[in-house]
T-cell receptor
Framework: AQSVTQLGSHVSVSEGALVLLRCNYS??????LFWYVQYPNQGLQLLLK??????LVKGINGFEAEFKKSETSFHLTKPSAHMSDAAEYFC?????????????FGKGTTLSVSS | GAVVSQHPSRVICKSGTSVKIECRSL??????MFWYRQFPKQSLMLMAT?????????EQGVEKDKFLINHASLTLSTLTVTSAHPEDSSFYIC??????????????FGSGTRLTVV
């Protein structure tokens, strides 16, 4: 079975500071990994995904994540936080190439950005 | 890109009534759709996997008779909350996976339905 663990339910940064949201995964086979962002009372927006190509994945809004198999990690980073980045972030895992496999989500990390 | 439309976005119903939520894949065929439930300030919990033309697969602890899922076509899945109670109030989100090359095996989510049972 697959699972993800997000370390830190709440992360606070200042505007312009580095954003680092941590995600570790567990999977019996090489997984696909995703980061989503959710704003209040809205659905999920895909930030980026790792699907066994390049280990460093660049996403939207300046976010990127690096797949590290040796550390079973897929941490999300952004060099400079904006106020608009304040939201809930979810890391998720799935099995590759299987349509019937759902995404399994971590518990989420709330990112707060202060001016 | 792949789009999933979910309706309604908000619904308020009385206890004891039933509510139907629709999830449509607009530009791709979805053999499988997924239904999630999200309580305030919590993560998305998978409720069931909806398979076109067959019975849904429910996660442990999810009541099949309360949450009826129908996936009658390759573009439509519905979730019906039967005999709703206040504890069923939650944010329900559907998702479908587009295996077409253009989507690079990505999942697409509906915008969610906020259900309030009074």
């Amino acid at each position: 079975a697959q699972s993800v663990t997000q370390l830190g339910s709440h992360v606070s940064v200042s505007e312009g500071a580095l954003v680092l949201l941590r995600c570790n995964y567990s999977s019996s086979v090489p997984p696909y990994l995703f980061w989503y962002v959710q704003y209040p009372n809205q659905g999920l927006q895909l930030l980026l995904k790792y699907t066994s190509a390049a280990t460093l994945v660049k996403g939207i809004n300046g976010f990127e994540a690096e797949f590290k198999k040796s550390e079973t990690s897929f941490h999300l980073t952004k060099p400079s936080a904006h106020m608009s980045d304040a939201a809930e972030y979810f890391c998720a895992v799935s099995l590759p190439n299987q349509a019937g496999t759902a995404l399994i989500f971590g518990k989420g990390t709330t990112l707060s950005v202060s001016s | 890109g792949a789009v999933v439309s979910q309706h309604p976005s908000r619904v308020i119903c009385k206890s004891g009534t039933s509510v139907k939520i629709e999830c449509r894949s607009l530009d791709f065929q979805a053999t499988t759709m997924f239904w999630y439930r999200q309580f305030p300030k919590q993560s998305l919990m998978l409720m069931a996997t909806s398979n076109e033309g067959s019975k849904a697969t429910y996660e442990q602890g999810v009541e099949k008779d309360k949450f009826l899922i129908n996936h009658a076509s390759l573009t439509l899945s519905t979730l019906t909350v039967t005999s709703a109670h206040p504890e069923d109030s939650s944010f329900y989100i559907c998702s479908a996976r587009d295996l077409g090359a253009r989507a690079n095996y990505g999942y697409t989510f509906g915008s969610g339905t906020r259900l309030t049972v009074v």
